[in-house]
């Protein structure tokens, strides 16, 4: 009799844990690579046709003031995933497969998403590209995620590990065709899904889509009016819809928040794309790389419609970890703030009173409220991806035939009022010289606690090579 009570006794607590296990909202971030502002028929596009995320935008929130921490993959990936500045993370350059990035990945002791919420009972996965470093302590498997499925990093063929898929740590397929991974993550990530619902998951699936090569599937070449790029942005919404359908059909979309967005804007010299209405793109601190299609939905829990409160990628880190009831490191600056009550109500304030503008390591540009200063400086001061010896510097007021490549060089100090002029278009800094002489103010403060080329700032963690904005 006493070995029957003590086993029900049992049955029941674990009954009791697993109830309080499946309150924990389950977690996907779906993580568009190089989707530009304006690339989305929700945001405006008028020859591609996005049903399935649009609808994602209907259920959800829209957010039209949706900021990411750089304009280059890696250092955009390393803010979302700790919350922190590139600068102040320790991954500012994009991480590439050259010797002089070697031992470059993101640092073992930065905590990150899955680190928190693994230590909260949560499944964690990453499937897709990581680009985060992939040398022992720099893994998927090393921050915080049980399993990771995908690619180092961008896919390639000029060298033999990049068009490889791993499955932690081990490569499990070789020579892989580009155009069949979408279809293979978004088959892991169902998958994963169906293997963990009854238990509360974070799944990081990091899509290489619309990133180059622009390879849409067979099956999608010529369905848009936006020529191939439109098919690969079509192809990314068919398996945005896929995803949804199953969180639909397996019953967890009632607990579970989805989190849609860009790593940076469009790369639209190289490759096409859309900013709609805003200036430059991926490569440049103008909104055209900086802000970014995003959408979060948890049914029932989170508003609907559109919001346009400024905001960023950063914020996911405390925002989720106060959902899911896990502790927000407290030994370290964590430049995300909580916006669970901007998610849940739909309005509110921008809870950063000041946010940076960094490309690389040089501090190009500062915001607040509607206020965006563009600072001085030369092509040397820029990463390889900017650099350009030829360019003059921009001396002018207006910018409307600036062109997707941004503000390389810059003579004198640009201020731009967002509200009404997202486009960053007319520079209104001599009406304006108190709002100037502060941001240039804060500018040189924080140069001081996070770098900048010539500065090591006090909460810096430097990259383990030299000449950081070189290739070589």
């Known amino acids: 009799m006493k070995i029957f009570i003590k086993l029900s006794i ?21 993580f568009a690579d190089d989707l530009g502002y304006g690339d989305l028929s929700c945001y405006g596009a008028q020859d591609v046709k996005t049903p399935n995320i649009d609808q994602l935008a209907n259920e959800g929130l829209r957010f039209t003031d949706f900021q990411v921490a750089s304009s280059v993959c890696s250092p955009s990936r390393a803010a979302l995933l700790t919350g922190r500045y590139p600068m102040r993370n320790g991954f500012p350059v994009a991480q590439g497969k050259i010797e002089k990035h070697k031992d470059y990945g993101l640092d073992p002791d930065e905590i990150t998403i899955a680190d928190m919420l693994l230590k909260e009972d949560y499944a964690t996965m990453a499937i897709g590209k990581w680009h985060l470093g992939f040398n022992k302590g720099h893994q998927p498997t090393d921050h915080g995620f049980q399993q990771h499925y995908g690619l180092q990093s961008n896919w390639n063929t000029s060298h ?3 068009d490889d898929v791993y499955h932690n740590g081990k490569v499990v ?28 998951f974070f799944l990081y699936l990091a899509y290489h889509s619309v990133h180059s090569p622009i390879k849409p599937s067979k099956d999608f070449i010529g369905t848009s009016k936006g020529s191939l790029y439109g098919d690969y942005v079509q192809e990314l ?11 639909a059909d397996k019953k967890l979309d009632e607990n579970t928040i989805v989190i849609f967005l860009s790593d940076n804007g469009p790369a639209i010299c190289h490759f096409g794309g859309s900013a709609g209405p805003l200036n430059g793109g991926k490569y440049t601190t103008m909104e055209g790389g900086f802000r970014i299609p995003a959408i979060i939905k948890w049914k029932g829990k989170f508003a609907t419609g559109v919001n346009d409160t400024f905001l960023s990628s950063m914020d996911l880190l405390p925002t989720l970890a106060s959902l899911a009831g896990a502790e927000t490191p407290k030994d370290r600056v964590i430049d995300g703030k909580n ?7 739909g309005k509110g304030i921008s809870p950063h009173k000041y946010v940076y503008y960094y490309n690389g390591i040089n501090l190009q540009a500062i915001r607040k409220g ?42 004198r100090p640009l201020l731009f009022d967002l509200d009404h002029d997202m486009g960053e278009l007319t520079d209104i800094s001599k009406k304006h010289p108190e709002i100037v002489e502060e941001l240039l103010k804060e500018a040189e403060r924080i140069k001081k606690e996070l770098g900048d080329i010539d500065v090591i700032g006090t909460d810096q963690r430097v990259p383990p090579f030299e000449n950081i904005q070189e290739k070589i």
Request: proline share 6%; with cysteine; hydrophobic share 35%.
């Open 173 to 200: 397929k070789e020579n892989v065709a580009f155009e069949t991974l979408i279809g293979d993550y978004t088959n892991k990530a169902i998958e994963y899904m169906e293997e963990n619902k009854e238990n509360p």
């Open 237 to 247: 919404d068919y398996h945005v819809g896929r995803l949804t359908q199953a969180l």
């Open 370 to 411: 509607p206020w965006k200063l563009h600072l001085p400086r030369t092509s040397e001061d820029q990463p390889f991806w900017s650099k350009n010896k030829n360019e003059k510097p921009f001396n002018g007021s207006n910018l409307k035939n600036i062109g997707c490549r941004g503000l390389i060089a810059l003579g």
């Open 10 to 30: 049992l049955i029941c607590f674990s009954a009791v844990l697993k109830m309080h296990a499946q309150e924990k909202p389950n977690i996907i971030i779906l």
């Open 160 to 162: 033999p590990d990049l």
């Open 339 to 345: 916006i669970t009550s901007v998610l849940k109500t």
